[in-house]
């Protein structure tokens, strides 16, 4: 069992990171406390007692070295990824143990694709990226409703988010990959990452959620890193994922507040917001889908990042270097061992609509 070993979370007084580190030690981990700024990891050690806390920077290697030394394996929650990732994937590399990270972003999740497969794969090393709820839930989906179709034609990954309260580092992520696009959108089609010049405003459709959430008008092309992690193993030439247009509305406005930290007793509360994410598959005439809902897109990510470690460290996989929550994981056993988070629509099957 994994459970009692050490587990390094770079970022861990971030958002994300305090999720991941009570989801630890709920699941009877030892979280390994590491962050750049020696005063917020202190404060944050002060509401863990007992637990190590060692000062690492992403740009530092040598403080990821001495970081990760005795970890059994590293969660990075630190973001934006296109400047963590590497750095702390080579530390790994090094230090010879699993990686896993929640990044949103495209951009870095190929990066982590093109740059470490064969060394990681040589290493028998796994190095799971996007292991949250962008890039990797919906990944796990599309897995579970593909069964057993090999390919198909088309998936449409919709995001139900009731709302969007971006933390500093949702958007500060947002910024580089801007950046990096230099003005351009992303989508996959024709079975590649597509740059392109937008003419026009995003088109907004009505989806129709599973109950209760039920039909919301959503942004289409709004691309998530499912474009990434999907591809990565499945056979799929068109991958689209769809935002409701009122969480694309938050995240979009300078005046949406952060979600809230948490909880006066140092305890970590989930917020109101809740999602519905709708997968559906098709091949030919026929269309294979599922669904998953539950509560706060940021405290889900732990449970998601928490059971990879778990299953990596227990051997539970299905193949070693960079991949994917769906290619390396046993989608369907996965999304039932988070029962306790997340709601799941059975997969389905039916005659398959015209997508626009
Ligand atoms: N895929 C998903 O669904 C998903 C889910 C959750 C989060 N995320 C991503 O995870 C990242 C963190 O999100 P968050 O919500 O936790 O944001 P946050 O609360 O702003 O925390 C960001 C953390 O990253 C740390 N950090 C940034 N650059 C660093 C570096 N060079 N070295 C060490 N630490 C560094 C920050 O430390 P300082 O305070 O010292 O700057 C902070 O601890 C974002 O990129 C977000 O998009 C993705």
Redo the contacts with the bound molecule.
């Keep these: 069992m994994s459970s009692g070993q050490t587990v390094a979370v ?2 861990a ?5 305090r999720f991941v580190v009570a989801e630890l030690r709920e699941r009877g981990f030892v979280p390994l406390l590491l ?3 020696a005063g ?1 990891l202190q404060a944050l050690a002060a509401s863990h007692p007992g637990l190590e806390h060692r000062v690492a ?3 530092d290697p040598a403080s990821l070295d001495r970081a990760l030394t005795g970890a059994a394996a590293v969660i990075n ?5 296109a ?2 990732a590497a750095p702390v994937i080579e530390a790994a590399l090094r230090a010879g143990i699993p990686y896993v990270d ?3 972003e495209i951009e870095a999740n190929v990066d982590t694709f093109t740059r470490f497969a064969d060394r990681a794969r040589a290493a028998g090393v796994a190095v799971v990226p ?1 292991m ?4 990797g839930l919906g990944d796990l989906l599309v897995t579970t409703a593909m069964g057993d179709w090999t390919a198909a034609d088309e998936a449409h990954i919709a995001y139900g988010l009731s709302s969007w309260h971006p ?4 958007l ?2 947002g910024t580089v990959s801007r950046e990096r696009r230099d003005g351009r959108r992303v989508r996959y089609a024709g079975g590649r990452l597509e740059y392109y010049v937008a003419q026009r405003d995003l088109p907004t459709l009505e989806w129709d959620f599973p109950a209760p959430m039920g039909p919301r008008a959503v942004l289409g092309e709004f691309t998530m ?1 499912d474009v990434v992690t999907v591809p990565s193993h499945l056979s799929i030439p068109e991958v689209r994922t769809y935002m409701t247009t009122e969480a694309a509305r938050d995240l979009a406005a300078p005046d949406t507040p952060a979600p809230a930290a948490g909880r006066s007793d140092g305890q970590l509360g989930r917020s109101a917001q809740t999602f519905t994410v709708d997968v559906i598959v098709r091949a030919g005439d026929t269309q294979r889908r599922v669904a998953a809902a539950g509560r706060d ?2 405290a889900i ?1 732990a449970p998601l990042a928490v059971e990879a470690v778990s299953r990596i460290l227990d051997g539970q996989t299905r193949t070693s270097g960079v991949a994917s929550a769906g290619e390396i994981f046993d989608a369907p056993d996965f999304l039932r061992a988070l029962s306790a988070h997340i709601s799941l629509e059975p997969p389905h099957e039916s005659r398959a609509p015209r997508f626009a």
Excluded at 13 to 17: E, F, I, P, R
Excluded at 167 to 170: L, N, Q, R
Aim: proline content about 3%; overall charge neutral.
């Design positions: 770079l970022g007084y971030g958002h994300t990171g962050g750049r700024d917020k920077s992403a740009d929650c630190a973001g934006p990824f400047s963590t929640v990044a949103a996007a949250a709820f962008f890039g933390t500093a580092g949702t500060a992520a890193a897109i940021y990510s």
